[in-house]
T-cell receptor, first 113, second 114 residues
Framework: DTAVSQTPKYLVTQMGNDKSIKCEQN?????MYWYKQDSKKFLKIMFS???????INETVPNRFSPKSPDKAHLNLHINSLELGDSAVYFC????????????FGEGSWLTVV | GENVEQHPSTLSVQEGDSAVIKCTYS??????FPWYKQELGKRPQLIID?????GEKKDQRIAVTLNKTAKHFSLHITETQPEDSAVYFC?????????????FGRGTQLTVWP
């Protein structure tokens, strides 16, 4: 009964590869996010989708491409991975109009070697 | 955009003592201020939040205060226990937005020594 689930939890890959992280929420929320947490623990928003529509697109390299097939899913595809992409990626969701309380997934640990 | 500053970056206390973490924000339109706790290797989890029409909120050993005039808010943990050890994040929500745009502080590593 996990509210926000993402896969894979751990991912080790070589530079230059392309990888995807999947996220699903069963809370009935209409807004989903991707956050990146670097080695210094800073949580930085990357993207936000509301009802499948891209709302927030921070200054993120265009190697990162989110896709939302429906409002319960938000996937993140990363092309041509670089060493600096190593981080923990958190998917999250919220319901617009409910004081913006955000619920995070368990995180995906990406290591680029 | 909003800028949230959080202090201190690390905090060590003895079990049973109190811990206080302070945050300031820049945008006077921000009206929602949650606090998240992140244990090692886990996800950030909401522990308490406060809205701009309230000055203080308490939940057992945790309390949050908000000073809108000074644009700062604080987390207070009393009677700390070793299981309170974690990274704590404050955040501010961009005023008027219904789309969950949260700006996070850089986090405080709290260590409670037994």
């Amino acid at each position: 009964d996990t509210a926000v689930s993402q896969t894979p939890k751990y991912l080790v890959t070589q530079m230059g590869n392309d990888k995807s992280i999947k996220c699903e929420q069963n809370l009935g929320h209409d807004t989903m996010y991707w956050y990146k947490q670097d080695s210094k623990k800073f949580l930085k928003i990357m993207f936000s989708y509301n009802n499948k529509e891209l709302i927030i697109n921070e200054t993120v390299p265009n190697r990162f491409s989110p896709k939302s097939p429906d409002k319960a899913h938000l996937n993140l595809h990363i092309n041509s991975l670089e060493l600096g992409d190593s981080a923990v990626y958190f998917c999250a969701s919220s319901q617009a109009g409910t004081a913006n309380t955000i619920y995070f997934g368990e995180g995906s640990w990406l290591t680029v070697v | 955009g909003e800028n949230v500053e959080q202090h201190p970056s690390t905090l060590s206390v003895q079990e049973g003592d109190s811990a206080v973490i302070k945050c300031t924000y820049s945008d006077s339109a921000s009206n929602y201020f949650p606090w998240y706790k992140q244990e090692l290797g886990k996800r950030p989890q909401l522990i308490i939040d406060i809205r701009s029409n309230v000055g203080e909120k308490k939940d057992q050993r945790i309390a949050v205060t908000l000073n809108k005039t000074a644009k700062h808010f604080s987390l207070h943990i009393t009677e700390t226990q070793p299981e309170d050890s974690a990274v704590y994040f404050c955040a501010a929500s961009y005023g008027g937005s219904t789309l969950g745009r949260l700006y996070f502080g850089r986090g405080t590593q709290l260590t409670v020594w037994p």
